[in-house]
């Protein structure tokens, strides 16, 4: 961390005081809480007040480094309790004349993790990469309550990243620099430097002289602290011993210094008791000399086939040693690389609110990280367990802001609305009208129908149905090749549809308005019937236009005035029968299979359901998440249907339909 103060002309206005403090930790329990930084300025000083900016700091700074035990984020929390209390206490006391005059900025800073507060018209700035954010706008400020008194409110935090570049102003001078547009040419430095920004500063010393006030700049660099990075230590990996590993053939010598023979049992078994014989400088026995020479000779040979094992198993335990290390070293990079790909992520949330495009870079660093640390998890598994759980606390960490990003919710329980029995019916679709449900298969004739109360009704027909869509107040149900059997209050009326080309073998069905819109997935041929009323139906069109190129291979369409098709997990917008726009989805789990997309003319979402990760994801229009549904119950998706104002939806899922029930 690099630090900067610059104070202008202290002196020139005598009811105007202001400083800045940069507290360190002083000690390895007050680098736990990081570095504090405040700045303050009071306008219109009263005699008393001459010295609050300065007791305040002191209040704040004690109870942050006090609060060792805590996260920064909740020392600072602690420390806005206490600064609230001394300002309650004073004001208690009839001193008032601060009120409305104080401006304070309080900023911690830990492992490029920011939090920070603010009172009044300081400025808090953030520059990356030559742009400059004002992430202060992220506080909301509230009016000061008198009684009880709470000045200091809500803190924020957001991840920073290296070389990011804070700068903390004063009304007066953040009004100069903004006005000379100064704080453009600061951000244009790089590096950022402190003689840099003396050369910026001094090409407008004339006028500087004339105002007053506070510039902190911190400079986001990497702390060079002992102890910082996480490393494995000599518990984890045991260091090889020489004496430890050679320790068996020292131990066998000293016993093969004592002669000893084994002999046979009459069984034929060894006999494990060795028989010392007495040593004789002279052998006078000749037999007794070749049994000792011999005796001895097999007892060397045996010596070396140990030792041979022993060095043997020795180098394999060094080699299989030096290889985890260098797997661990080199592991420990992709470890860092990660951390720091998470960090950039977290920092771009500081963004969201000025600038939304960020969380769509959030999102993509985030799953960038999931896949490599997911790949790490598994190479790392016979590592020594300390490193291993580092990786796997990461995982943990990348997934729950993920999940949270991509606003997925597990089920453990959904509700189950209704469940068939197999005997009775086996349903493969799901269609919802107002209230009503109706279920059909293509593999029978007849449809089920469910309403609110659960009661339910067998509707009989003749033919086998293959498609269906609502059709104003009614339901259209679609029997190849030409049969269209019209459903109203569980009354059927049936027509025949021209047919509008040969060969024709439609997919899906959709209606907007009075018309019906039928794919033909084969040829990728949008066919459009209007309704001229009664039971007549106008001459098939060809909606798409020649200069369109036709969507083969579509997964699912769905109408809404304009057509949504869904093919190959990216959605595809026509309109007026051309092509508009291509939707290319990043979401978390990543997309394996899409297989339907529904939405209505009411409706502002796209529900698109995916069977093979048991979830249903709902989109905005133009690609947003708003919301995910996911449920291990969700075991054999076939089908879902959607309420009329979007908020319920019935989860066809084998012999079971669930219903979730949500809000934005």
């Known amino acids: 961390m690099q630090i900067f103060e610059f104070h202008f002309n202290p002196k020139l206005k005598l009811d105007l005081a202001f400083n800045s403090f940069c507290y360190e930790p002083e000690n390895i329990y007050e680098q736990k809480v990081g570095s504090l930084y405040i700045v303050g300025l009071l306008k219109n000083v009263l005699p008393q007040n001459i010295r609050l900016i300065d007791r305040l700091a ?25 600064a609230n209390e001394f300002l309650r206490e004073i004001t208690k006391k009839g001193n008032v004349g601060w009120l409305g005059n104080l401006s304070f900025a309080i900023l911690s800073l830990k492992n490029f993790k920011l939090n920070f507060t603010k009172l009044g018209d300081i400025k808090i700035l953030l520059i990356r990469a030559g742009k400059i954010i004002d992430i202060d706008k992220k506080i909301k400020l509230e009016d000061v309550d008198p009684y009880p008194l709470k000045i200091f409110g809500s803190s924020v935090s957001g991840k920073l ?8 102003l004063t009304k007066d001078i953040f009004d100069f620099l903004q006005r000379q547009d100064l704080l453009n040419e600061i951000a244009k430095l790089s590096p950022f430097n402190d003689k840099g920004l003396k050369d910026i500063l001094n090409g407008k010393k004339e006028s500087l002289v004339k105002i007053s006030g506070v510039l902190l700049s911190i400079i986001l660099t990497k ?15 045991k260091e090889f011993s020489l004496k430890e590993v050679f320790a068996p053939i020292f131990k ?19 006999k494990l008791p060795k028989i010392k014989i007495p040593q004789i400088k002279i052998f006078t026995n000749v037999k007794t000399f070749f049994i000792k020479k011999i005796k001895l000779l097999l007892l060397n040979k045996k010596l070396v086939l140990v030792s041979s094992l022993i060095v043997f198993l020795s180098l394999g335990f060094l080699f299989s040693q030096y290889e985890q290390r260098q797997k661990i070293k080199t592991y420990r990079v992709d470890l860092e690389r990660i951390q720091e790909k998470l960090n950039l992520a977290e920092s771009f949330l500081i963004l ?39 990786v796997l606390i990461l995982k943990d960490e990348i997934s729950k802001k993920l999940v949270e990003l991509n606003k997925l919710e ?38 089920f ?53 040969p060969d024709f073998n439609f997919s899906y069905l959709s209606s907007y308005k009075s018309n019906l819109y039928f794919f033909d997935k084969k040829t990728g041929q949008i066919v459009k019937y209007p309704f001229l009323g009664d039971k007549h139906w106008d001459t098939p069109k060809l909606w798409l236009t020649s200069k369109t190129t036709k969507p083969l291979g579509v997964d699912s369409f769905t109408v809404d005035g304009s057509i949504w098709a869904l093919k190959e997990n990216t959605i595809y917008e026509y309109y007026a029968g051309e092509f508009q726009r291509k939707i290319e989805l990043e979401i978390f789990p990543q997309i394996k299979d899409f297989s339907k997309i529904y939405t209505s003319p009411t409706l502002p979402y796209l529900y698109i359901l995916e069977p093979i990760q048991k979830r249903i994801v709902i989109l905005d229009k133009t690609g947003k ?23 319920t939806i019935w989860l066809l899922n084998g012999l079971k339909v669930y219903q979730i029930k949500w809000l934005d």
């Not at 509700?415 to 059909?440: A, D, M, T």
């Open 352 to 390: 969201k609110e000025t600038n939304p495009q960020s969380l769509q870079e959030t999102n993509r660093l985030l799953k960038e990280s999931w896949d490599e640390i997911s790949l790490l998890s598994k190479e790392v598994l016979n590592l020594p367990n300390s490193f291993t759980n580092q």
């Open 410 to 447: 597990e089920i453990e329980e959904p509700e189950l609305f209704f469940e068939f029995n197999r005997k009775e019916f086996i349903p493969q679709k799901i269609l919802v009208s107002g209230n009503n449900i109706y279920l059909f298969t293509p593999y029978s004739q007849n449809i």
């Open 58 to 82: 002191g209040v704040i700074k004690n109870e942050y480094f006090k609060a060792m035990a805590f996260t920064p984020e909740k020392s600072l929390k602690e420390s806005l309790k206490v």
């Open 161 to 168: 990243t290296e070389n990011d570049l804070i700068l903390v």
């Open 252 to 270: 066998f010598l000293e016993e093969v210094k004592k002669p000893s023979i084994s002999i046979k049992k009459p069984d034929g078994k060894l």
């Open 449 to 501: 129908f469910l309403n609110e109360n659960k009661e339910k009704e067998i509707i009989k027909t003749e033919e086998k149905i293959n498609l269906a869509t609502k059709f104003n107040s009614s339901i259209s149900f679609f029997s190849k090749p030409d049969k269209l059997i019209i459903v109203k209050n569980n009354n059927l009326t049936q027509t025949s549809l021209q047919i509008s080309y």
């Open 625 to 647: 998440i708003i919301k995910q549904f996911q449920s291990e119950k969700f075991d054999n998706l076939l089908d879902f249907g959607v309420s009329e104002d979007g908020k």
């Open 223 to 237: 702390e060079d602290v002992s102890g910082k990075k996480e490393t494995i230590s000599t518990k984890e990996l």
